[in-house]
């Protein structure tokens, strides 16, 4: 297997959609079991599912070079659709009594769009970066923290190769997306009281 066919594995099977889909029913699950992975199913179908819906659209109708949105300029709209399916999500959540992990989640995920999604407007920023370190610092809250730090460290880290290597975005880019996700969930967390 070449070194490009490999990266375009780890983007695909590590994509944005595919963590924010995954992530919410399996944190739900190890922090509270089956009634958890019921909140997550709901916050990934908004926050996850609702995204790669317009993305696909907008994929299968020509607007969109694929569902990695590689060109930058056509980002915006389906990064607002996220944006307002986010925010119904976290309302929903909060109107209906969620678990505060769940809460405390959708919350960072609706502040790193805030942050990147104007930021990706000059500058393209990696969403793999932000997605994939903002996931391992959820999933170190509800796993033993240092082996999920340690391993999610080593996933980030090819999810950041991956990137550069298939030339989409810069080692400052992956940096930065990395940085945004990790210290954002973190903050987070922290603001809710689950640090």
Known sequence: MTAELVAKRVTN?????????????AVGLLAQGWSGAAWGLVASALC?????????V??????????????????TKPLLAAVAAVLVALV????????????ATVTAMLIAL??????????????????????????????????????????????????VRLSHHTWSQVTAGAAVGALITWGTLAAFGLS
Do not use: E, N
């Open 92 to 103: 929903l959540l909060i109107l209906m009594g969620a678990p505060t992990l769940l809460v």
């Open 58 to 75: 907008g994929v299968r109708r020509g607007w969109l070079d694929s569902h990695h949105i590689v060109d930058r300029t056509r980002r």
């Open 48 to 56: 996850g599912g609702v995204p790669a819906a317009v993305i696909a």
């Open 114 to 163: 805030g942050v990147t999604v104007p930021i990706t407007l000059r500058w393209k920023i990696s969403f793999h970066a932000a997605v994939s370190a903002g996931t391992v610092v959820v999933l170190a809250h509800v796993l033993p923290a240092w082996p999920a730090v340690l391993g999610g460290a080593a996933v980030v880290a090819l999810v950041c190769w991956a990137r």
């Open 13 to 25: 099977i590590l994509a944005p959609q595919v963590l924010v889909i995954v992530m919410p029913p």
